[in-house]
């Protein structure tokens, strides 16, 4: 690349940083302009290039990045100290090219209209209300329990291969569309994550790439944890970056799944999200709940716990707030908070669903 290419590209970070700060203070047009015209065409193009491959190309190509850049700056060490601003512009022209990539990709989702105004939500909700939703939740989610198990004290078993759950997964979205016409999944694209066992110690659960839209899956995760976050990461292929609106869409399409295991997998991640908020609003409604849990539900929270416990390490709390820094960059102001936000869209959607 010339250097005049070069210094173009260095300059662009710029406009584009000043284009974002626009941005979020018009979600209204990126809702119209971005998450429901260019994106859905970038989506269709990217699932119809890299669905039909059975492997992440994805991670080969973070991998192949990974190995440009150390080769790289092995190869060009010493430039840093002979030609600083040549070995500065073309660190700057790549990460503007990078940057600039990602926000077309997916980035700009980031600064679409909240989930809750799109859908009628309140997003405030008092503690009575979560108690009683709590109270619903445990009920539910105690049924449809004892339906696959026949047996309160059991585990749930889990009888699918990985590449069953994705379609199963689709079939949820599928039936929510009926409801949510812009939740329309044109198709899988959901793979096992070459990097499962890294991304354990980095205490993530999947992640979607924004340059092949690829929804990747931590396949070293029971398997009990998979369905609501295949459904999760599916949301984020949807162009709902945020991490709370993609916990929501996923819970929606578990619990429109007419498979029950999915149908279980989505009332269990709305109860431990609930039971999480209520411990910290009241810790004694919390106690009184907890006792009318069947046990084997409570079995499979303590799976996902000794399984997330097993990888702790002292890096991880980097990674999460390196993380959390990167979702307050792209209009997440809570970071990695934010993932709890979730509970003021399940309370006040299943206030009434619930009751139906």
């Known amino acids: 690349m010339s250097k005049k290419k070069k210094i173009i590209l260095a300059l662009s970070l710029l406009p584009q940083y000043f284009l974002l700060k626009v ?119 105690n049924r449809l329990h004892f339906a696959i198990t026949q047996d309160s004290l059991l585990k749930t078993p889990l009888p699918y291969a990985f590449s069953e759950l994705t379609e199963i997964s689709q079939t949820g979205y599928s039936q929510l569309e009926k409801v949510y016409p812009n939740f329309k999944h044109d198709g899988k694209n959901s793979k096992k994550s070459l990097f499962s066992t890294p991304l354990s110690y980095m205490g993530f659960s999947g992640y979607v790439n924004p340059l092949t839209l690829e929804a990747h899956i931590n396949a070293v995760m029971p398997a009990n944890s998979m369905p609501t976050t295949i459904a999760h990461e599916q949301a984020h292929q949807l162009g709902y970056a945020a991490e709370n609106e993609a916990n929501f869409i996923g819970f929606l399409a578990s619990i429109h799944n007419e498979n029950p295991y999915f149908n279980y997998a989505g009332y269990k991640f709305a109860l431990r999200y609930c039971l ?81």
């Open 23 to 141: 941005a979020k203070q018009y979600p209204d047009f990126m809702e119209t302009y971005y998450s429901m015209g260019v994106f859905p065409i970038l989506s269709k193009l990217l699932n119809t290039a890299f669905k039909w491959i059975p492997f992440s190309v994805g991670d080969l190509l973070y991998i192949a990045l990974i190995v440009y850049v150390i080769r790289w700056v092995v190869l060009n060490w010493k430039r840093l100290r002979t030609q600083p601003k040549a070995w500065g512009l073309d660190v700057l022209s790549f990460v503007s090219l990078f940057y600039f990539m990602f926000h077309l990709c997916w980035g700009y989702n980031y600064y679409r209209v909240p989930l809750h105004t799109t859908l009628n939500l309140n997003p405030k909700y008092t503690t009575a209300q979560l108690k009683s939703v709590t109270n619903q939740l445990v009920k539910k989610t």
């Open 276 to 356: 999480i908020e209520l411990s910290k609003r009241d810790p004694d409604a919390y106690d009184s709940v907890l006792c009318t849990i069947n046990p084997g539900i409570l079995e499979d929270y303590q799976e996902a716990f000794e399984f997330w416990s097993a990888y702790n390490n002292p890096l991880e709390p980097l990674f999460k707030g390196f993380y959390s820094h990167f979702l307050k960059a792209n209009n997440q102001v809570k970071g990695i908070e934010s993932y709890s936000y979730v509970v003021a869209l399940l309370v006040d959607y299943l206030e009434d669903y619930l009751e139906d």
